[in-house]
């Protein structure tokens, strides 16, 4: 088994069906049917002075994806190299590979801004000589200080007026490097009370005596972003300049300089849309780079940095960073996504690409006292599950000695624990099932193993005597297990805000001290000889990448990403144990639960909670205690609108089943893994509704689904638990219940309307609930009636 891709590049380009509409591509669109272009030309342009991070990638994948989804679409990479101080050619190699890494070709069209630098002092020769220009020997100071406020309109330099000769004159002397820096610059001439402030003779060159790392000393003035970017768009035939919101004001400047200069029409247009902002993330190379600088990380490329090369260490798919950059889609509006929306899209990436194996993280010794010493057996184990298409199975070894996590164990289980506990049995997965009879200690008290018997006949899982346990945990053979070290890795920052801005804390004062922990794992010797680069997911457990390394050495995973949003976690688990105890441990616990005031629904959400918890509310009018639940794991909202669209009659009721029911069968809650997905569980609840089964046939299938999956329709045709609608078999049972019940009977009619509901249950027992109870109250009341008549 081989999970690794070898090259991550993507066969079709064009297949993006995770990608939302946004105005960007109507632009697009309308500029084509309109003729003004015949193909989109964009362009993506990092400054070469950090690493890409995955703000980036939104851009890029914008960029690019406008290129790959029309006829004839082209994309640039171009460097946006102006300014002398920051930049190095090791960032533009990396970042020409992160970009490759994503999935994307430049061709032959790689450019430097640098390259024009001759190109761009020529025109601006040209607006100095037809007045537009003007050169400017205010301090930088002054500069600030004559451009007025936003309330009030700025003061014109003394120098504006400067004849065209003397200001030609002080340009080429500025480019022969005859002046120091800062003594004078190159403004654009255009009106110092304008509104947009940008536009009140905005700096066009500078003098930086510093060598650039391309154009090394060639070059003592140098080109402003304002000047450079849309002439760059021009030379390189650009249609549409697509940049982050922050530039809205500059747009005034980029069409003034391309009218200034009579560039011909069609000119490259620039569009805005909004940056992506990410929780629990820091997105600037600044911040990024003091990060670096200052050890608290291990370099541009660790696996806790939000850049592309650190997910590529990490072992994140680049196919998965594509797909989050097409659901979040592009707006306008500035926002903050959840981090948990990328988790989600790796997941859902890793899910069909990842096979399961078994790996213990926290090894804890068992030992199977009634297996033979020197015996051993081998057991076939599914790679995949069953809602992921392959068939592929390994076989795992099985013997006296195994090791099971230490935290699926518990001397003194907590209610609702549903593994291994002194006395209890649990199921090996693909094993057997095992009892723990004794924990042994050590001297200083600390659990060294466990003894535990197993069970003979139960072999692949399952019992003669049709017993379940409760829990499935996961396992090795001591014996034939491979030590591994695993670094577990989460978020970098332990806030959902470490980037607070100016005036706020700073954001290093957030960052999580539990971000990497190593352990020495024990997994399955399957795993011995696979490549490096492959991607697992250790049941249970999330996940993982074999980092690349020598194959002599102990091999080494990453985890990628948990299989659940673990970082709710804890929340949830008290939310859960308010909500509801489980329910196969507890008989009427619910009803037995103490009232008290129920919580403010609204209080302590993060903004992505409430947003969905508000759409919950008004659009499918869902209670807001229900919705603050749902809206805890963006999986539950997926589960939930997925069965709303196959059941769209009922959402509360929907809601219902996932809170009530659905949650509470589930190990902490956890959807995401579920064999079934929102289609079966709307149905499910449809089933319901149309009367074909009642909430306790409901409840046994919900069940099995959740054990096993299966479409709700199948699973209940297969149980021959349709209900008893016949009219005659409920007649007959009700008759019987009558004749048994005279006494109950004659109250009854004597006025005790409530023992209605007595009768009702006994028809529910002697139907086993198959009962329709419509029409069984219906048939009830009829025969209660006509005995007095
Ligand atoms: P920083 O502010 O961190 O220095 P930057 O925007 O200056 O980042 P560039 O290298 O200039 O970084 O960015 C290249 C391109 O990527 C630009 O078009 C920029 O708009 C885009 N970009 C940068 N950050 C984001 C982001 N968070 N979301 C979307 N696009 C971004
Ligand atoms: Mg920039």
Known sequence: ???????????????????????????????LAS?????????????????????????????????????????????????????????????????????????????????????????????????LAYVDSLSEEEIREYRGTVTEPGRESPYRNRPVKENLD????????????????????????????????????????????????????YPMYDYTHCLSDAFEGITHSLC??????????????????????????????????LSYTVLSKRKLLALVEE???????????????????????????????????VSKANSVVDVAHLEHAIRDDLNEKAPRVLGVLRPLKVVVTNYPEDEEEWLEAAYWPRDVPGDETREIPFSRELYIDRSDFREDPPRGYRRLAPGREVRLRYGFFIRCEEAVRDEEGEIRE??????????????????????????????????????????????????????????????????????????????????????????????????????????VFHRIVTLKDTWEERRRETAKEEKQPSGEEEMGGRSSAPKSEPPDPWANVTPEQRAMMETLVEEHGIEASDARILAEDPHRIALFEGAVRAHPENPQGIANWMVNE?????????????????????????????????????????????????????LVEDRDLIQISDRQELLS???????????????????????LGFFMGRIMQATEGKAHPETAKELLRERLGSATD
């Not at 003034?256 to 490259?268: G, Q």
């Not at 994140?316 to 097409?326: G, T």
């Not at 079966?680 to 096993?708: N, Q, W």
């Not at 009700?734 to 006025?751: C, K, M, P, Q, Y």
């Open 295 to 329: 050890g608290r990380v291990d370099g541009w490329d660790d696996p806790r940095m939000p850049t592309l090369s650190g997910f590529r260490n990490r072992g994140i798919p680049p196919s998965a960073i594509r797909s989050f950059c097409d659901a979040i889609g």
């Open 450 to 555: 466990l003894r535990c018997t197993y069970d003979p006949e139960t072999r692949g899982g399952r019992a003669p005597d049709g017993r379940k346990p409760k829990g499935t945990i996961h396992w090795v053979s001591a014996r034939h297990a491979l030590s591994a070290e695993v670094r577990l890795y989460d978020r970098l920052f332990a806030d959902s805000r470490p980037d607070r801005g100016k005036g706020g804390p700073d954001f290093r004062e957030f960052l999580n001290p539990e971000s990497l922990e190593i352990l020495e794992a024990r997994v399955e010797p399957s795993l011995g000889d696979t490549d490096a680069g492959s991607r697992w997911q250790f049941e249970r457990e999330g996940y993982f990448y074999r980092v690349p390394s020598d194959p002599r050495d102990e091999p």
């Open 662 to 714: 659905l949650l509470g069968l589930l190990e902490e809650g956890v959807v995401e893994t579920l064999p079934f997905g929102g289609k079966s569980l709307g149905e499910l609840v449809g089933l319901i509704d149309e009367g074909t089964i009642s909430t306790k046939i409901a409840k046994e299938v919900l069940t099995v689904m959740v054990r096993e999956g299966g479409d709700p329709r199948t």
């Open 35 to 131: 003729g003004k272009h015949e193909y989109p030309h964009t362009r993506f342009p990092p400054e070469p002075n950090g690493y890409l991070h995955i703000g980036h990638a939104k851009s890029i994948v914008l960029n690019f994806g406008i290129a790959e989804e029309n006829e004839g679409g082209l994309c640039n990479l171009r460097f946006d190299d102006t300014n002398p101080l920051t930049e190095d050619m090791e960032y533009a190699r990396a970042i020409e590979r992160d970009v490759r890494w994503l999935g994307y070709d430049w061709e032959d069209r790689r450019y430097f801004a640098s390259d024009y630098f001759q190109r761009l002092y020529e025109l601006a020769e040209l607006l100095v000589e037809k007045g």
């Open 733 to 755: 049972a009700i008759d019987g219940i009558l004749a048994d019940h005279t006494e109950e009977v004659e109250r009854f009619r004597s006025g005790e309307d409530r023992l």
């Open 170 to 221: 002080l340009l080429r002397r500025m480019k022969a490097g005859e002046f120091p820096d800062g003594e004078h610059v190159l403004r654009a001439k255009i009106d110092m009370a304008h509104p947009n402030m940008k536009m009140r003779d905005p700096l066009l060159y500078r003098i930086r005596h510093a060598p650039h790392y391309r154009a090394g000393d060639e070059w003592c003035i």
């Open 1 to 31: 088994m081989d999970s690794s891709e070898g090259s991550e590049a993507r066969e079709d380009h064009r297949d993006r069906p995770g990608a939302t509409s946004y105005f960007i591509r109507e632009i697009v669109a309308a500029d």
């Open 244 to 277: 982050t919101l922050e530039f809205e004001n500059n747009r005034a400047i980029y069409d003034w300089v391309l009218e200034a200069v009579d560039w011909p029409e069609p000119r490259p247009r620039q569009i805005e849309f909004a940056r992506l902002n």
